[in-house]
């Protein structure tokens, strides 16, 4: 019979006692904590409710993500996305804002928007790092387009969106 590192079944010995009680309790504990963790994200989420957003005449077709679930994994696995969309990252507070891109394939830009609609600061992010683009002050909404999509349209920080989320506060 080959060896391998796990062939350990050919020592086995049977386990009694408290020994195998302490044994049973880590396994059904175990087992216990698998099976109500939160699946694993492996594929883009495509089923998010949206928004209507405007910066000036141009109209985003924005997913929100709202939840921690659905921040943790924002544009995570997307391969394409159309030039009108993007993904409005809501968080319950005001807080300086960190976002990376470890397993995010498309080049975004992330605009940092105050509680009124107004671009804080904009930071252009590469795919597959773990490089942190921060807000420049505490904000509570983040607007992630394609890279080159506020350039294209002249939008810089100062620049004012509009839309439900912004005139709700």
């Given at each position: 019979?080959?060896?391998?590192?796990?062939?350990?079944?050919?020592?086995?010995?049977?386990?009694?006692?408290?020994i195998?009680?302490?044994?049973?309790?880590?396994m059904v504990?175990?087992?216990?904590l698998?099976?109500?963790?939160?699946?694993?994200?492996?594929?883009?989420?495509?089923?998010?409710?949206?928004?209507?957003?405007?910066?000036?005449?141009?109209?985003?077709?924005?997913?929100?993500a709202q939840?921690p679930?659905?921040?943790?994994?924002?544009?995570?696995?997307?391969?394409?996305?159309?030039?009108?969309?993007?993904?409005?990252?809501?968080?319950?507070?005001?807080?300086?804002?960190?976002f990376?891109?470890?397993?995010?394939?498309?080049?975004?830009?992330?605009a940092?928007?105050?509680?009124?609609?107004?671009?804080?600061?904009?930071?252009?992010?590469?795919?597959?790092?773990t490089?942190?683009?921060?807000?420049?002050?505490?904000?509570?909404?983040?607007?992630?387009?394609?890279?080159?999509?506020?350039?294209?349209?002249?939008?810089?920080?100062?620049?004012?969106?509009?839309?439900?989320?912004?005139s709700?506060?």
């Amino acid at each position: 019979m080959p060896t391998t590192p796990f062939a350990s079944h050919r020592y086995s010995r049977r386990l009694s006692g408290p020994i195998a009680s302490a044994v049973s309790a880590f396994m059904v504990a175990t087992l216990a904590l698998w099976s109500t963790a939160a699946p694993a994200q492996d594929g883009p989420q495509l089923a998010l409710q949206r928004v209507e957003l405007t910066a000036g005449m141009h109209r985003i077709d924005a997913q929100v993500a709202q939840t921690p679930q659905e921040r943790q994994t924002g544009l995570m696995f997307r391969r394409e996305m159309p030039a009108q969309e993007g993904m409005l990252f809501i968080f319950d507070q005001p807080g300086v804002q960190c976002f990376w891109m470890k397993n995010t394939l498309l080049p975004l830009t992330a605009a940092f928007v105050g509680d009124d609609g107004t671009i804080v600061n904009l930071a252009d992010m590469k795919p597959q790092t773990t490089d942190s683009h921060c807000s420049a002050r505490p904000v509570r909404y983040v607007l992630e387009m394609n890279q080159g999509w506020f350039g294209k349209k002249g939008i810089k920080a100062g620049f004012k969106l509009g839309g439900a989320p912004f005139s709700k506060r």
